[in-house]
T-cell receptor
């Protein structure tokens, strides 16, 4: 079946521009996560959505970062006024519910800020 | 603080040799434990997981891992490595009953010599 889909797969942007990254989770998965993976680093939690509950935004590194999710479907991660340190692979993952780890990952969006 | 440590940043083995990748966790109670593989240009894929019960768990691609409470370890093993196993391997943990934040190790890069 279809997995987690992320778009675009690659994004190059100029410093100061805004970018929007998209994630389509597996159908029926109520939990959705965004992670950041910098080159040579482990995964850094950004934000978590679970159904209609308030999202856990505790991992967002600054107020330039925000994310939304429409119901239990698509999510978008927005980075405003991008900086070079935002360059990373942004990974989205989904799970059936909070009691069903593990997570199913998309292939990520590689963001390069020039 | 909760943490996951992968002591080996990079490992090189010969094809056909055995493999052990180390993972140690620091948690108040036994967490759920996972191993993921990230092949070049691909998304993260779950190899295996430990929740409770039998401390030796079998995964995909011929991998297994053993949970040792006394050592706070969850080492990944494979008896005979294939060239296609060259990839980045991540150990992760999360508190039992809480699916919000996986804590990730920084990864071990595996190279396989022919």
């Amino acid at each position: 079946g279809a997995g987690v889909s992320q778009s675009p797969s690659n994004k190059v942007t100029e410093k100061g521009k805004d970018v929007e990254l998209r994630c389509d989770p597996i159908s029926g998965h109520t939990a959705l996560y965004w992670y950041r993976q910098r080159l040579g680093q482990g995964l850094e939690f950004l934000i978590y959505f679970q159904g209609n509950s308030a999202p856990d935004k505790s991992g967002l590194p600054s107020d330039r970062f925000s994310a939304e999710r429409t119901g239990e479907s698509v999510s978008t991660l927005t980075i405003q006024r991008t900086q070079q340190e935002d360059s990373a692979v942004y990974l989205c993952a989904s799970s059936l519910n909070t009691e069903d780890p593990p997570l199913h990952f998309g292939n990520g969006t590689r963001l390069t800020v020039t | 603080a909760q943490s996951v440590t992968q002591p080996d940043i990079h490992i090189t083995v010969s094809e056909g040799a055995s493999l052990e990748l180390r993972c140690n966790y620091s948690y108040g109670a036994t967490p759920y434990l996972f191993w993921y593989v990230q092949s070049p240009g691909q998304g993260l894929q779950l190899l295996l997981k430990y929740f409770s019960g039998d401390t030796l768990v079998q995964g995909i691609k011929g991998f297994e891992a053993e949970f040792k409470r006394s050592q706070s370890s969850f080492n990944l093993r494979k008896p005979s490595v294939h060239w296609s196993d060259a990839a980045e391997y991540f150990c992760a943990a999360r508190p039992a009953g809480n699916n919000r934040k996986l804590i990730w190790g920084l990864g071990t890069s595996l190279a396989v010599n022919p």
